[in-house]
């Protein structure tokens, strides 16, 4: 069993042109709970950001809410991702899933979060908030 938190708020997963500059004030003045990731490739700028943040250059999905794994979490432990995703997978959910050094995060469309929290909890897991 994993216990999972409900961040705040909405989030949006945007895509830059490669050699896109991130905006300096995105990160400044993120509340306790947000959370901000990118990733660059050679095709262009990932980025993850609370819904209200996403840069006038971006193309932006917005309107998914955001579950942060309880952490810290041991780098080498294995399947907690899968933990995660196969309950969602199952119940039609869509999932974009990013981790940090502590913890897994999964975003799931708003529109079908209740859905995707009756899957998490049906499968075993806590969801918090």
Do not use: K, N
């Not at 003045?29 to 095709?43: C, F, M, R, Y």
């Not at 810290?72 to 432990?77: C, E, F, I, R």
């Amino acid at each position: 069993m994993l216990d999972i938190a409900l961040l705040p708020g909405e989030y949006a997963v945007c895509r830059l042109a490669a050699g896109s500059a991130l905006p300096p004030e995105l990160p400044v003045g993120l509340s306790g709970g947000d959370v901000v990731t990118v990733s660059w490739t050679a095709d262009g700028i990932s980025l993850i950001c609370p819904a209200g943040r996403v840069p006038e250059q971006a193309v932006a999905e917005t309107a998914w809410r955001c579950l942060r794994v309880a952490g810290p979490l041991d780098v080498a432990v294995s399947g907690t991702l899968a933990a995660l995703v196969d309950p969602l997978t199952a119940a039609r959910v869509s999932v974009v899933a990013f981790s940090t050094y502590d913890t897994d995060y999964l975003l799931v469309p708003a529109v079908r979060l209740r859905e995707a929290v009756a899957a998490l909890e049906l499968a075993g897991h806590r969801v918090l908030g």
